[in-house]
């Protein structure tokens, strides 16, 4: 199993790569992709640092699990594969913008590659899980070593937006710098909590307004 990941993630993650958790993370793995349908696609599993990498890194957005669903996680934390029906929660993260933003253009596709790209990095706490099984991979060490990642880009960035959507990320995220970086903490996109403070938290706006302030380029959502 093949996995790409940008080499600035390489450098940054180094020490992390050796630590005898995410070495018994990675035979947990690889057992689980050779005995189990596993998701997303091997070579997919650090796609979101391969997409982003390190010295590109502008905005986090932190999700929880992969969807464990036949051909939808695609390594990005809230996005799925082209092709696939746009999930609940993406729905609604689509609804938010469009009203923040009245000009975004329409969009068919959930994969959000395209902000990846931008300098934004989609990270999930666990980036695989079985399939059917929501939070099977859950404590195995994929937590640890995501907190690493929210801890060196806190460290190692400045003026970066954390976009902490439910009470999950917002605990996950408080290692976070405020006093380097923009945190943005709401209530969780799904069906079950939007309507209890996502909707109209304006997160997309908040991020570019303060990216510009920033002197950095704002994200085209």
Not at 27 to 35: C, F, H, I, K, L
Not at 115 to 138: C, D, F, K, M, Y
Not at 189 to 213: H, I, V, W
């Amino acid at each position: 199993m093949s996995v790409k990941i940008a080499e600035s993630w390489r450098k940054v993650l180094a020490a992390e790569f050796e630590k005898p958790y995410f070495q018994h993370l990675i035979a947990y793995v690889r057992g689980e992709y050779a005995t189990a349908t596993v998701y997303p696609p091997g070579p997919s599993i650090f796609h979101a640092f391969d997409a982003c990498p390190f010295d590109q890194v502008k905005v986090v957005i932190l999700g929880q699990d992969p969807y464990h669903g036949k051909g939808q996680a695609n390594g990005l934390s809230f996005s799925v594969a082209d092709g696939i029906r746009i999930p609940p929660s993406l729905q609604n993260i689509f609804k938010e913008l469009r009203d923040e933003l009245p000009g975004t253009p329409p969009t068919t596709s959930g994969n959000l590659d395209r902000w990846a790209r931008q300098g934004v990095l989609l990270l999930n706490a666990t980036l695989t899980v079985r399939a059917s099984e929501p939070g099977s991979h859950q404590k195995k060490g994929w937590e640890p070593f995501t907190d690493a990642v929210i801890q060196q880009v806190s460290a190692g960035k400045e003026h970066v937006v954390f976009v902490l959507w439910g009470a999950y990320a917002q605990k996950k995220g408080e290692v976070i710098d405020g006093q380097k970086h923009l945190v943005i903490k709401s209530a969780h996109p799904s069906p079950f909590a939007a309507d209890r403070g996502f909707f109209g938290s304006r997160p997309f706006s908040q991020t570019n307004d303060y990216l510009t302030k920033h002197g950095l380029a704002p994200i085209a959502w």
